[in-house]
């Protein structure tokens, strides 16, 4: 969409101030429109608290469920996969190994089945007003940010709990949560462009989500990978993520520079393809929503 200012008449003088918009369709590849975006920052601002708000409204514990959804997956996951099968935790205990990987995995899940849905859900708000569609899936980015925080609160009290001390790699994690973050909205924005043309994408969204959570390390370490494959393996972002993290908060292995440098590349890489594509298809959206 741009934006052209224009004289609407000379017959008013107050009229020969204000600026004609003009909203016209674009079908090329585009970047972000940085400008646009910081003009309706109080938007993005207001449906980042619009969606924390909604998601607890009327619920009986609230903001426990951000606790409560990565806490039961560790019980269930402790008990299959670290009683059960007896799967390696390299050295730290299966509780808060599996934890570890739950906390950043969570957040990447929740923002690609939440953002996949971003334009569907708000239909009629995208076909009735102009505003830069890239807030609606990058909203949920944000508003997701905040369960990822307290989940990451209740880490540091197992932490305590196990009587585990994070070592000097705890710095890397801004870093991690920048790989995170990219990943998730990268992904997120390709398929939130997919899943408002073809609704299949929201159908097997949960499916998806699966499929990926057993290919990242989430209940099984790395290590577990033959070496000669662990390259490749690194190519998904969330595996470099995962395992910085164990690595700087349970110090099951050295840092794994390798992972983390392969995962950031693919995520820079999947931000912009994400955003270049979502760009062509965003004529679409208020036609086919």
């Not at 710095?171 to 909205?185: D, F, Y």
Request: hydrophobic share 55%; charged share 10%.
């Amino acid at each position: 969409m741009s934006r052209h200012p224009a004289r609407v008449g000379s017959a008013a003088p107050v009229a020969d101030e204000l600026p004609l918009i003009v909203i016209e369709p674009h079908t090329g590849w585009r970047g972000i429109d940085w400008r646009e975006l910081r003009e309706y920052k109080d938007l993005f601002f207001f449906l980042i608290w619009r969606n924390i708000k909604v998601r607890y409204a009327q619920s009986a514990i609230g903001i426990g469920w951000a606790v409560l959804q990565p806490v039961a997956s560790m019980l269930v996951f402790t008990v299959i996969f670290g009683r059960l099968m007896g799967v390696q935790s390299d050295g730290a205990p299966y509780a808060v190994f599996a934890y570890a990987a739950l906390v950043p995995w969570t957040y990447f899940a929740n923002c690609l089945t939440e953002g996949s849905a971003s334009m569907a859900t708000n239909a009629a708000m995208i076909s009735k007003i102009y505003f830069p569609r890239l807030i609606l899936p990058l909203a949920i980015i944000g508003a997701r940010m905040v369960d990822f925080f307290i989940a990451l609160m209740i880490l540091g009290m197992l932490l305590l709990a196990y009587g585990i001390t994070p070592n000097a790699g705890i710095a890397v994690l801004p870093i991690l949560l920048l790989i995170l973050t990219l990943s998730a909205a990268g992904l997120g924005l390709w398929l939130t462009a997919l899943a408002i043309q073809y609704r299949d994408i929201n159908y097997g969204m949960s499916f998806g989500v699966q499929l990926l959570m057993y290919s990242a390390p989430v209940v099984y370490p790395a290590s577990l990978i033959p070496e000669r494959y662990q390259l490749i393996y690194a190519l998904n972002p969330i595996v470099g993520v995962i395992e910085g993290f164990r690595a700087a908060l349970l110090g099951t292995r050295a840092m794994p520079w390798d992972f983390i440098a392969i995962g950031g590349a693919v995520s820079l890489l999947l931000f912009t393809g994400g955003i270049l594509y979502f760009r062509r298809k965003e004529h679409i959206f208020a036609d086919v929503a």
